[in-house]
């Protein structure tokens, strides 16, 4: 009997085979994530990483418009921390052209604005984490599925001829391992791809976090 892949894949079940394939998609629905993720947060660490020397040094001048302009640039398009500025100074902004609202007032404005930024911003960068989390919780149990149904073909195989030898349940018991091993291969790549990310972005919550208050602090001092 032959045991190269694509012999064994020739003789699956078509329960083997429909694991096979949605293990597969779970696969290259998950690498696609991990690619938009790590692209994601390489130019969200790049970008915030210029952005705070370059908008600290506006914010020391008093260069309040400057400083807004920079945070809704093309350039900081993917800086988390740039959209969570961007909304405090615009705020900041607001409350100063409307000219009603005491210094205090605005600040707690401000603080609002940022807080409110943080929540979004997080939210677009946890996209498509929890399908990273899922697949890595359910792949070796669809794997399991797909081991259960080959060990019952092994069993049917053997009753069938009247035999115990190993081609009687070869193929059954051939078909079970692949389903368990391409299983355990999407989830181990899942969960570690995901703990990957969720570290990133509690880094990224942090930043925004202290931003946030050191652009109040510096707000106050040019108020």
């Not at 952005?51 to 809704?72: F, T």
């Not at 019952?152 to 391992?177: D, K, P, V």
């Amino acid at each position: 009997m032959q045991f190269d892949i694509g012999h064994l894949l020739s003789t699956m079940s078509s329960v083997a085979i429909g694991v096979v394939v949605c293990l597969l998609l779970m696969s290259i629905w998950s690498v696609a994530i991990i690619f938009d993720r790590w692209r994601l947060f390489k130019n969200a660490r790049a970008q915030s990483r210029k952005y705070a020397a370059d908008v600290a040094r506006l914010l020391k001048a008093g260069k309040l418009k400057e400083a807004v302009d920079l945070s809704g640039s093309v350039g900081m398009k993917s800086s988390h921390l740039a959209k969570v500025a961007l909304a405090g100074l615009q705020e900041w902004q607001f409350q100063g052209a409307s000219g009603e609202t005491d210094k205090d007032t605005a600040l707690e404005a401000s603080k609002r604005a940022m807080q409110r930024a943080t929540a979004v911003n997080l939210a677009e960068l946890k996209k498509g984490l929890a399908f990273l989390a899922t697949t890595g919780a359910t792949a070796p149990f669809v794997g399991l599925f797909g081991t259960t149904v080959g060990i019952i073909n092994a069993f049917a195989g053997m009753s069938l001829t009247g035999s115990g030898g190993i081609g009687a349940i070869a193929g059954g018991i051939s078909e079970a391992l692949i389903t368990t091993a391409l299983g355990l291969l999407v989830a181990i790549a899942a969960v570690w791809a995901y703990n990957y990310f969720a570290g990133q972005v509690d880094g990224f919550t942090v930043e925004m976090d202290n931003s946030g208050s050191e652009l109040l602090d510096f707000v106050k001092k040019i108020a």
